[in-house]
């Protein structure tokens, strides 16, 4: 009951944060086939009733396939785009058609002692999408095969200013009544793009993105996005990539990969700070800054631990509301996470780097010495010449970069009359 109760109240900002945004959530074929499905569709019902504005646009590739194999049809690509021939477009249509239709039944229950009781929810589909065809490629003719031309804002922001939830198929129409095969990603990223969202989220398989060793990369800029589809080479992870920076170079605040087959997964990304799956966004999702009053608070939280165990030396609230000027955070998502302080000595061209600390779950990430960084530029505009640091804890991370063993008598007289010789800390400069 402690754990529920501790993640609500932790979830209570992104409750808040995310009402009345709009979000569009790309759901591939393979998603709605997949034994999670039903979760997902809990999930999205809950962020309705939490007031997001959703957006959902699902694919059909495997139910394609399945209709074309039936008919004894062999797929045909080119530069890993379906070619939509007149049967091809058959198959397409009744694909798509049945999965519209069994993915609004399913946000239709309302199934006592299950999530979807009382939900009530309208989902609206229709012809929002208008279409051209992509054309002759290389001498290779896509037929009904087509891309996003326009997108119905004003009709889907009045659908949901009325509460409804927009479902788009990946299909679109062309004023002379063609009907046109679009890939998902497509739609939903123009979409989100047209539709000024705040957040665009695509399902995959995988947690988000891998890297060589496998492990989820939690976080990228969308120019960094380009190194990774070419070590990815063609394959899906790797048109996500893409669909979610073009999404936010194209002023969508943030993209989000996240897996259809991990049950929670999407509301473990929006309602956690750290996430579960891997985050495009242009903003930095850590920053680091000077602090300002509001922050004493958060850095009260993060060194009283440490001055409990003997680690830091003790600041009152009054103390740190007093000398905040003095230092720099690194604030994750509203948390302060790490901090460290300048000090200058007086009658000197010393100064003294204080009450350097990281959060301990985001340790091991290179924080300290981002701000060590900070704290010596900031040292050095200040025309300072000398850092001095005191520590008890600490002394080989100093030593390793850079800090050379020091002593009393080489510290200014301003603070050396300071000097805590029960607390014994050892002492470190460094020239700047």
Same mark, same amino acid.
């Given at each position: 009951?402690?754990?529920?109760?501790?993640?609500?109240?932790?979830?209570?900002?992104?409750?808040?944060?995310?009402?009345?945004?709009?979000?569009?959530?790309?759901?591939?074929?393979?998603?709605?086939?997949?034994?999670?499905?039903?979760?997902?569709?809990?999930?999205?019902?809950?962020?309705? =009733?939490?007031?997001?504005?959703?957006?959902?646009?699902?694919?059909?590739?495997?139910?394609?396939?399945?209709?074309?194999?039936?008919?004894?049809?062999? $797929?045909?690509?080119?530069?890993?785009?379906? +070619?939509?021939?007149?049967?091809?477009?058959?198959?397409?249509?009744?694909?798509?058609?049945?999965?519209?239709?069994?993915?609004?039944?399913?946000?239709?229950?309302?199934? #006592? #002692?299950?999530?979807?009781?009382?939900?009530?929810?309208?989902?609206?589909?229709?012809?929002?999408?208008?279409?051209? $065809?992509?054309?002759?490629?290389?001498?290779?003719?896509?037929?009904?095969?087509?891309? &996003?031309?326009?997108?119905?804002?004003?009709?889907?922001?009045?659908?949901?200013?009325?509460? =409804?939830?927009?479902?788009?198929?990946?299909?679109?129409?062309?004023?002379?009544?063609?009907?046109?095969?679009?890939?998902?990603?497509?739609?939903?990223?123009?979409?989100?793009?047209?539709?000024?969202?705040?957040?665009?989220?695509?399902?995959?398989?995988?947690?988000?993105?891998?890297?060589?060793?496998?492990?989820?990369?939690?976080?990228?800029?969308?120019?960094? &996005?380009?190194?990774?589809?070419?070590?990815?080479?063609?394959?899906?992870?790797?048109?996500?990539?893409?669909?979610?920076?073009? #999404?936010?170079?194209?002023?969508?605040?943030?993209?989000?990969?996240? =897996?259809?087959?991990?049950?929670?997964?999407?509301?473990?990304?929006? *309602?956690?700070?750290?996430?579960?799956?891997?985050?495009?966004?242009?903003?930095? *999702?850590?920053?680091?800054?000077?602090?300002?009053?509001?922050?004493?608070?958060?850095?009260?939280?993060?060194?009283?631990?440490?001055?409990?165990?003997?680690?830091?030396?003790?600041?009152?609230?009054?103390?740190?509301?007093?000398?905040?000027?003095?230092? =720099?955070?690194?604030?994750?998502?509203?948390?302060?996470?790490?901090?460290? #302080?300048?000090?200058?000595?007086?009658?000197?061209?010393?100064?003294?780097?204080?009450?350097?600390?990281?959060?301990?779950?985001?340790?091991?990430?290179?924080?300290?010495? &981002?701000?060590?960084?900070? +704290?010596?530029?900031?040292?050095?505009?200040?025309?300072?010449?000398?850092?001095?640091?005191?520590?008890?804890?600490?002394?080989?991370?100093?030593?390793?970069?850079?800090?050379?063993?020091?002593?009393?008598?080489?510290?200014?007289?301003?603070?050396?009359?300071?000097?805590?010789?029960?607390?014994?800390?050892?002492?470190?400069?460094?020239?700047?």
């Amino acid at each position: 009951m402690h754990e529920y109760v501790n993640w609500l109240r932790h979830a209570s900002p992104y409750i808040n944060a995310h009402r009345d945004r709009t979000f569009v959530v790309m759901l591939p074929g393979d998603g709605v086939a997949h034994p999670n499905f039903g979760n997902i569709v809990h999930d999205l019902v809950l962020l309705h =009733s939490l007031g997001v504005r959703l957006v959902l646009v699902h694919g059909s590739r495997p139910q394609i396939e399945s209709r074309l194999a039936e008919r004894g049809l062999t $797929p045909r690509f080119h530069r890993d785009l379906r +070619i939509t021939d007149a049967e091809t477009l058959e198959c397409v249509i009744d694909a798509v058609g049945h999965l519209r239709i069994t993915i609004e039944a399913r946000l239709s229950m309302d199934m #006592a #002692a299950s999530p979807m009781q009382g939900s009530r929810l309208r989902v609206t589909s229709g012809n929002w999408i208008t279409a051209r $065809p992509f054309g002759v490629v290389e001498g290779v003719d896509y037929h009904h095969t087509g891309e &996003v031309r326009r997108v119905d804002r004003k009709g889907i922001n009045r659908l949901l200013d009325e509460r =409804s939830i927009v479902l788009l198929s990946p299909l679109g129409y062309s004023p002379t009544g063609e009907i046109f095969n679009i890939a998902c990603e497509d739609v939903a990223t123009r979409a989100a793009i047209d539709l000024g969202a705040d957040k665009l989220l695509l399902f995959g398989a995988e947690r988000g993105l891998l890297d060589e060793q496998g492990r989820l990369v939690r976080e990228l800029r969308p120019q960094q &996005v380009p190194a990774h589809m070419q070590r990815l080479g063609s394959n899906y992870q790797a048109e996500l990539l893409d669909a979610a920076a073009q #999404a936010c170079r194209g002023g969508v605040g943030r993209s989000h990969i996240v =897996s259809y087959a991990e049950d929670g997964a999407l509301l473990t990304e929006l *309602f956690t700070r750290d996430g579960g799956g891997t985050l495009v966004a242009q903003e930095q *999702f850590e920053q680091v800054r000077e602090a300002a009053i509001e922050d004493v608070g958060g850095l009260m939280d993060l060194i009283s631990p440490l001055e409990e165990q003997g680690i830091l030396v003790r600041r009152s609230r009054e103390v740190l509301e007093r000398e905040i000027e003095q230092f =720099s955070v690194v604030e994750r998502e509203g948390l302060i996470i790490a901090c460290a #302080a300048l000090y200058q000595i007086a009658d000197s061209d010393a100064g003294e780097l204080a009450c350097l600390a990281v959060n301990p779950e985001y340790r091991h990430g290179g924080r300290g010495d &981002v701000l060590l960084e900070r +704290i010596e530029v900031r040292a050095r505009e200040q025309g300072l010449k000398t850092l001095f640091v005191l520590t008890t804890r600490t002394a080989h991370w100093f030593r390793e970069r850079g800090f050379e063993p020091s002593s009393v008598d080489r510290l200014p007289s301003a603070r050396a009359s300071l000097y805590n010789y029960q607390r014994n800390s050892k002492i470190f400069e460094k020239a700047l």
